[in-house]
């Protein structure tokens, strides 16, 4: 457990325990010396919560978010990195399929994307730290929180809506990809291109994730249709149904967007990761028609405009993917 992850929580939630010999010991008691246990953790040790008290933990993590976000003593940068951590720890559970997904699981996702969420909408310099300091490992909760934080991104500049829409657009990138709990790890880990069967049950996970969370939360909330159309295409091309452009909502075909683009740049068991230029050239050009050309367009410029990426994208090259449809 780093640190960083126990800054901005005023007490200890939950006992914590260490390593001494064969077993774990207590080393700080519910309620005791979080400063105690943060100048241990900064020096290297390592903690450990009996998994009876892990939902304590995470509650106080997700409720620690906001200051987390707002707290100007820490670089735009370092607020990031624990913001990614946090949410990390937050929704690892949520992700494992011997889990059952409940309601208190989905309100503590609910807690951590509202809260980056409000400060993406408020802060421009958290907006390209969070895309800088972006971790590409292919873990499901990883890709989760890039989705996410890509989809705030992308609705923010390309005036998606007012708050609550572009909040709905962050609770469904963070829970597009739930259903693959259901599907096989086999499949999900299978080093080469899926088989006709293995694909069909790949499918599966886009109408699972849906039914998931209605069932966990009692009630369809309003951004159930994005987990349920983020892999359709506005071609006819995708699935479930094989919608066209028009009968796919927006704000799914925004997050189809970032989550192909995550999918893209993120490696995979059967593939390398592409830069972020290639994976760009790649949906505009590969996969042309597949995705909504204005939105794209926008997300081309969002990425275009950020420092880090404008050495790979500037002059002729960005021209070529702008135009690379026309």
């Known amino acids: 457990m780093p640190a960083r992850i126990l800054t901005e929580i005023d007490t200890l939630p939950c006992d914590l325990y260490i390593f001494r010999g064969p077993r774990p010991i207590l080393y700080a008691s519910c309620g005791g010396d979080l400063e105690r246990v943060l100048d241990r953790a900064r020096r290297g040790m390592s903690f450990m919560v009996r998994e009876i008290d892990s939902e304590l933990l995470r509650g106080a993590l997700a409720a620690a978010l906001p200051k987390v976000m707002a707290n100007n003593a820490m670089t735009a940068v370092e607020r990031s990195k624990t913001a990614y951590s946090i949410s990390a720890k937050v929704l690892t559970p949520i992700f494992t399929r011997e889990s059952a997904l409940d309601r208190e699981g989905i309100v503590l996702t609910h807690k951590a994307i509202d809260a980056i969420t409000t400060h993406l909408l408020e802060d421009e310099e958290m907006v390209w730290a969070m895309v800088a300091t972006m971790q590409k490992h292919p873990s499901v909760h990883t890709h989760a929180i890039n989705t996410a934080v890509y989809g705030i991104v992308l609705a923010r500049f390309a005036r998606f809506g007012p708050p609550d829409v572009i909040r709905d657009v962050a609770r469904a990138g963070l829970l597009h990809d739930i259903g693959k709990n259901r599907v096989s790890k086999a499949i999900l880990d299978k080093p080469s291109h899926l088989d006709s069967g293995e694909w069909m049950e790949m499918r599966l996970h886009v109408k699972a994730g849906h039914d998931m969370v209605v069932r966990a939360l009692g009630y369809q909330p309003s951004y159930a249709h994005m987990i349920a159309e983020h892999h359709e295409r506005c071609d006819g091309s995708g699935y479930p149904a094989g919608r066209i452009a028009t009968g796919i909502a927006l704000d799914s075909q925004l997050v189809g967007i970032v ?45 275009g405009g950020f420092n880090a990426m404008t050495a790979k994208m500037e002059g002729a090259d960005l021209a070529r993917v702008m135009g690379a449809a026309g």
């Open 259 to 303: 989550d192909a683009f995550d999918a893209l740049t993120t490696r995979r068991p059967y593939r390398a990761p592409v830069s972020a230029f290639d994976a760009l050239h790649i949906m505009r050009v590969g996969m042309r028609g597949q995705f909504s050309d204005e939105l794209l367009r926008e997300f081309i410029k969002l990425l």
